[in-house]
């Protein structure tokens, strides 16, 4: 397996855009997680879903944030419109169910917003 | 979920054991330790996880005392790629959401 698959790698945007962000997790995974991860905040949980339904999503910041699971092998995090402080670096992870403390994390996208 | 509290820091020279100690005084009785090392621009990727006494994987030992309110992630002869970020997280056994804290960040010396 190629493990978790994130695109883009790196996004620079222009504050007021809007930013799609997207991951693709390990098949058979039936966990997948966005995080956020900035130097003042470190490794933020923004939202996970079971089963391509979301569980918790009490981490996502505001409503310019969404997040979205339409199959078992595709998700998205949506921010709109996007400002300066959403820079970070965004990362997805999946992770099986009977191994719910192994996370797999993918390469992360690198988000910067002017 | 249970607090964890790390060194902000740690320095080693390769060939060295490091030993990295967490305290978790809060655990609750069906919380696992779990480990996570980060490089630079990579995501976190899992160590090693232990309930109690002692686990030893390819990696690293996990050891964990009777109290469980502390737990060392030792690494044996650490070599320059071993710099990283280590995280200890304590989960409720099958509750899947991880809290990170700050982590130890490490640095491996010539």
């Known amino acids: 397996d190629a493990g978790v698959i994130q695109s883009p790698r790196h996004e620079v945007t222009e504050m007021g855009q809007e930013v799609t962000l997207r991951c693709k997790p390990i098949?058979?995974?039936?966990?997948l997680f966005w995080y956020r991860q900035t130097m003042m905040r470190g490794l933020e949980l923004l939202i996970y879903f079971n089963n391509n339904v979301p569980i918790d999503d009490s981490g996502m910041p505001e409503d310019r944030f969404s997040a979205k699971m339409p199959n078992a092998s595709f998700s998205t995090l949506k921010i709109q419109p996007s400002e300066p402080r959403d820079s970070a670096v965004y990362f997805c992870?999946?992770?099986?169910?009977?191994?719910?403390?192994?996370?797999?994390f993918g390469p992360g996208t690198r988000l910067t917003v002017t | 979920l249970a607090k964890t509290t790390q060194p902000i820091s740690m320095d080693s020279y390769e060939g060295q054991e490091v030993n990295i100690t967490c305290s978790h005084n809060?655990?609750?009785?069906?919380?696992?330790i779990t480990w996570y090392q980060q490089f630079p621009s990579q995501g976190p990727r899992f160590i090693i996880q232990?309930?109690?006494t002692k686990v030893t994987n390819e990696v690293a030992s996990l050891f964990i005392p009777a109290d469980r309110k502390s737990s060392t992630l030792s690494l044996p002869r650490v070599s320059l790629s071993d710099t990283a970020v280590y995280y200890c997280l304590v989960d409720g056994g099958g509750y899947n959401k991880l809290i990170f804290g700050a982590g130890t960040r490490l640095a491996v010396h010539p």
């Open positions: 992870a999946s992770s099986f169910r009977a191994i719910s403390y192994e996370q797999y």
């Open positions: 809060n655990i609750a009785t069906n919380d696992y």
């Open positions: 098949s058979g995974h039936d966990y």
């Open positions: 232990g309930y109690k």
